[in-house]
């Protein structure tokens, strides 16, 4: 499934983003006057290869939860059965993903990709654990390579679900408590960035702690061979079941042609992994939000992504990709509803 998926996904089509860009310079508007919205529904044209794109609606937020054998380094206050608990609280609409989720009217689907005490069947909880839970990756590689190549396509196979039952903008989400420390490894990886510079607080931790989780990321570093050009290994050794379904997620909708709205430094990290494995999959990306967590930034400079908005977030569970939903739909309408000067018999700039 992986391999398909990957031959699968092209480049975005220059003609349809020829045809929204000059059809963003006939509207009646100064010319770049929606700015970052512009670009948007010309990138958004070329993916889908048509002008304009279909609009972005109905959405879907995947929220894929998964332990990690890194708790046990002491890296969070928080303890691993929360990630558990967190999926009944979204499976009965109590998160805050849940509250965001229904103001923009998009769903919530939750994937137990991972997590360590198999949490109770319910409507909107799909089963597709690879294993309970990663490994300590300061002692060992966090999954296996065939682990990590499951864990990336059941978020392939989920993007294919989502797309097949209508959604045409697929939202990344994610639960798992110690999830920011594989992310700051991955991101460290990736990007040839210090540990010190992308590790944060996650969920909120002192600064004694700080400390703590960035020589943790330091030692899992150090502990294995990491070569940024074998995606997959890196991925197997420091990241997360969740990591690796986000990162099919990516995938699975740019092979499908739909938008991929980003949260935060999860989803940031995940994507490393699957533009390393498909670089043209970044023409499906679209960077919802600016997380507080500093490996977040690195890793979306890292892939030339510019956030939809920066509101201070670092709570995860896909609540920043919710909120940059109506700025990417309203980027798409503008760009098909919006007269031309032509159309609308109003006098161009001379």
């Known amino acids: 499934m992986l391999s398909s998926t990957v031959a699968a996904i092209g480049p975005a089509d220059a003609a349809a983003a020829a045809q929204a860009r000059d059809r963003q310079a006939r509207m009646t508007k100064p010319a770049g006057s929606l700015g970052v919205l512009e670009d948007l529904s010309i990138r958004l044209a070329g993916l889908a290869g048509q002008c304009p794109p279909p609009l972005p609606e109905p959405a879907a937020v995947a929220v894929f939860a998964g332990d990690h054998g890194v708790h046990a380094q002491g890296v969070t206050p928080w303890p691993q059965e929360v990630t558990g608990q967190m999926v ?8 805050v993903v849940n509250a965001f989720a229904a103001q923009v009217g998009a769903a919530v689907t939750v994937v137990d990709v991972g997590v360590a005490v198999a949490p109770a069947a319910g409507a909107g909880l799909l089963e597709r654990n690879v294993r309970r839970g990663t490994r300590d990756m300061t002692v060992e590689p966090a999954m296996t390579r065939d682990e990590a190549i499951a864990a990336i396509e059941v978020g392939i196979a989920v993007a294919g679900e989502l797309v097949d039952a209508g959604h045409r903008a697929l939202l990344t989400g994610d639960m ?10 991955l991101v460290a990886a990736f990007t040839g ?24 990321v330091r030692r899992a570093l150090a502990r294995h061979d990491l070569d940024a050009d074998d995606p997959i290994g890196v991925l197997a050794a420091v990241g997360g079941l969740e990591h690796a379904a986000i990162a099919g997620l990516v995938l699975g909708g740019a092979a499908r042609r739909v938008p991929v709205i980003l949260d935060g ?29 500093p490996g977040h930034g690195v890793a979306l400079d890292h892939l030339g992504l510019t956030p939809l908005v920066d509101l201070s977030l670092r709570l995860g569970e896909g609540t920043g990709a919710v909120l940059a939903l109506p700025l990417v739909q309203a980027g798409v309408r503008a760009l098909r509803d919006v007269a031309t000067f032509d159309s609308a018999g109003v006098t161009e700039k001379q």
């Open 193 to 216: 960035a210090d540990a010190a510079a992308v590790t944060g607080a996650g969920t909120g931790i002192d600064a004694e702690t700080l400390a703590h989780k960035t020589e943790v």
């Open 88 to 95: 009944a609280n979204f499976l009965a609409g109590g998160a």
């Open 265 to 293: 430094v999860i989803a940031g990290s995940a994507t490393l992994v699957a533009a390393a494995l498909a670089p043209d999959c970044l023409d499906a990306v679209v960077a919802g939000h600016r997380s507080t967590e």
């Open 176 to 185: 798992g408590i110690a999830n920011t420390t594989a992310s700051a490894a």
